[in-house]
């Protein structure tokens, strides 16, 4: 099966083997480098859009995971900024306790 000179005499231009501007005939050994190599360059790109999506879904879940540790750290410091002033003993690091915590939600009308 003969494949479409246009579809070569494109393929040969944008591998740089070929000017634009030239409209001579497909010649043989350009139909043989495009039947032996147009598929592989077909598979390495889709393998390159793949690899693209998954890059940038790693990137969402990761932005995603560092926002949520953000508003966990934001919500931890002003529970212990709420503990302190409603008269807890609150320290600056570890667990804050549940008394602490469920106040803080009940005050400011959260649930985490």
């Known amino acids: 099966m003969e494949p479409d000179p246009e579809e070569v005499r494109a393929y040969m231009v944008a591998k740089g083997m070929r000017r634009p501007d ?10 043989r480098f495009f039947l032996d190599y147009k598929h592989r360059d077909d598979a390495r790109e889709a393998a390159e859009a793949q690899r693209r999506r998954q890059q ?9 995971a560092q926002q949520a ?6 919500h931890m410091r002003k529970a212990r900024e ?6 807890h003993r609150v320290g600056t690091r570890g ?12 005050a400011m009308g959260i649930s985490l």
């Not at 540790?69 to 934001?74: P, Y």
């Not at 667990?95 to 009940?106: E, F, H, L, N, P």
């Open 69 to 74: 540790a953000w508003e966990h750290k934001e």
């Open 82 to 87: 709420w503990g302190r002033e409603n008269g």
């Open 22 to 31: 030239e409209d001579s005939a497909v010649t043989p050994p350009e139909v």
């Open 56 to 64: 940038e879904a790693s990137w969402k879940r990761a932005k995603a």
């Open 95 to 106: 667990r804050i306790a549940a008394v602490v915590w469920s106040g803080y939600q009940q």
